[in-house]
């Protein structure tokens, strides 16, 4: 993998000298990670002239799953005062190396530590670095595909063994506890995000925060959960009927999202636009009626962090790529009854290659629980 981050490295440390830029600093932990192989609590990276490239952190690796494998060819700098800052010092560094200009990521930096960082090394010219590496990591390689792929299995897993147990009278709380550590029972690195669990009339929020209500007859169970694989992140998301025949409102509601879901699966193509995504799916519940209870979006990225572009969403600017993992999510909440989310994380494929690769295969058939 050394040569894998070494040539991401490269490419980013191109775009900046294509920008006037000789160095480069990296703070967003997610895009050092991406850059380094891991990524430690407070550790910045420093891409330097003539290829320095050097991970300052706050104190030594721990070795721990959760912050990655560094790459043995960066150099390491563990500050040895106690609080200090390892962006100050990457700075302070870069400016002893005489460069003359340092990119920085201005959307991650707070105003105090960009004023640090221009105080203690006053002759770099600070450039804003932009979403430079957000927008390289966009694309995944088959490398990242796979330990989505593996993400995925696990939250099927944990889900799927969920399915198989007694949950009537079970907290929404209790619920999600038991799913997070099925999770990590099956090889995660822990949860993806907070599991949602919602019951009777939670069903069908967005990223709904488990409660003490109990489960019981007749009601609607959306299920929201996903596993982190070496840093990789997916999210699948069912929504099943609990003891009993579903209500006919259960059934035709449930048909009605699963259309829309479907119709913005098969609309993930290389080429497609990301709000042709969502209204793909979002025509089909808003000609229904539905639209003032639709959440902002209909997917998102997904890769080192839950949330990554693109955004699926009706003003979304933009065309897909094939490689790019992303969810498809959508959802109907009724105040007061409940409602239905189906979500799975699939990879956009072209379609000679049998288009989009659906990664969260748990069935989507309405089941009575």
Request: aromatic share 4%.
């Amino acid at each position: 993998m050394s040569d894998v981050y070494a040539a991401r490295r490269g490419l980013l440390r191109d775009r900046c000298a294509a920008a006037g830029n000789v160095a480069a600093l990296i703070t967003r932990p997610a895009n050092v990670r991406y850059l380094a192989g891991g990524s430690p609590r407070g550790a910045v990276l420093l891409l330097g002239p003539d290829g320095q490239d050097v991970l300052f952190t706050v104190g030594p690796p721990s070795g721990e799953a959760e912050e990655g494998r560094l790459d043995e060819r960066l150099g390491l700098n563990v500050l040895p005062v106690p609080g200090a800052d390892a962006a100050v010092a990457a700075a302070d560094l870069a400016g002893s190396e005489r460069a003359d200009s340092l990119a920085v990521e201005e959307h991650h930096l707070t105003v105090a530590r960009h004023r640090a960082i221009g105080s203690v090394a006053p002759r770099l010219r600070l450039a804003d670095l932009g979403h430079a590496v957000e927008q390289q990591r966009l694309v995944k390689d088959e490398e990242e595909i796979a330990c989505l792929r593996i993400a995925a299995e696990i939250a099927d897993q944990a889900l799927g063994e969920l399915l198989e147990s007694i949950l009537v009278g079970r907290t929404e709380r209790h619920l999600a506890l038991e799913l997070e550590r099925r999770l990590v029972d099956h090889g995660a690195d822990g949860p993806a995000f907070p599991t949602s669990v919602g019951t009777g009339p939670h069903s069908g929020r967005s990223r709904h925060r488990p409660s003490d209500r109990r489960v019981e007859e007749g009601d609607f169970l959306s299920v929201c959960l996903g596993a982190n694989y070496r840093g990789y992140r997916c999210e699948i998301g069912r929504t099943f009927v609990i003891g009993t025949t579903p209500a006919d409102w259960q059934i035709e509601l449930y048909d009605l999202v699963f259309a829309a879901q479907r119709a913005g699966r098969e609309a993930l193509l290389p080429g497609a636009a990301y709000r042709d995504v969502d209204h793909a799916a979002r025509s089909l519940l808003d000609s229904a009626g539905y639209g003032e209870a639709l959440a902002p979006w209909t997917g998102h990225g997904v890769g080192l962090e839950i949330d990554e572009d693109p955004q699926l969403a009706p003003t979304a600017m933009g065309k897909l790529d094939a490689c790019v993992p992303v969810t498809v999510e959508p959802g109907v909440h009724l105040p007061g009854r409940g409602g239905v989310r189906i979500d799975d994380t699939l990879v956009v494929r072209p379609e000679a290659d049998g288009g989009p690769e659906l990664l969260t295969i748990t069935t989507k058939e309405l089941l009575a629980l």
